[in-house]
């Protein structure tokens, strides 16, 4: 398994912008499919946005797009989510996932929270006034 950390989450008003950061040690992220997910009390974890290993295809949750950008940072090796106009019902705690690339698609990884093996603990995100 990939160890994994998740950085950049925090309090941020409606409308309001945050970077998350996708961190790993000891591998090389290139690599993998890197995932990120959100999950709030009592409802499943939901996929929002993926990014794949050698072709660097993105997915996005319908939620999301238009406002949120997947990238990778290969001199940093790191995955960043950049967030802006946020909203509170995009409140959770946020996850960063890894897994090689498989014969699924980008976004069929996406959509499915089984298809990654490896996660961080989580950062959270609060969006309110």
């Known amino acids: 398994q990939v160890q994994l950390v998740e950085s950049g989450g925090g309090l941020v008003q409606p409308g309001g912008s945050l970077r998350l950061s996708c961190a790993a040690s000891?591998?090389?992220?290139?690599?993998?499919?890197i995932g990120w997910f959100r999950q709030v009390p009592g409802k499943e974890r939901e996929g929002v946005s993926c990014?794949?290993?050698?072709?660097?295809?993105?997915h996005y949750a319908d939620s999301v797009k238009g406002r949120f950008t997947i990238s990778r940072d290969y001199a940093k090796n790191t995955v960043s989510l950049q967030m802006n106009s946020l909203k509170p019902e995009d409140t959770a705690v946020y996850y960063c996932?890894?897994?090689?690339?498989?014969?699924?698609?980008?976004?069929?990884?996406?959509?499915?929270?089984?298809?990654?093996?490896?996660w961080g603990r989580g950062t959270q995100v609060t969006v309110s006034s």
């Open positions: 996932a890894a897994e090689p690339p498989s014969m699924l698609t980008t976004q069929a990884m996406c959509a499915r929270t089984p298809a990654f093996g490896s």
């Open positions: 000891g591998v090389t992220l290139d690599y993998y499919v």
């Open positions: 990014i794949g290993s050698s072709d660097g295809s993105t």
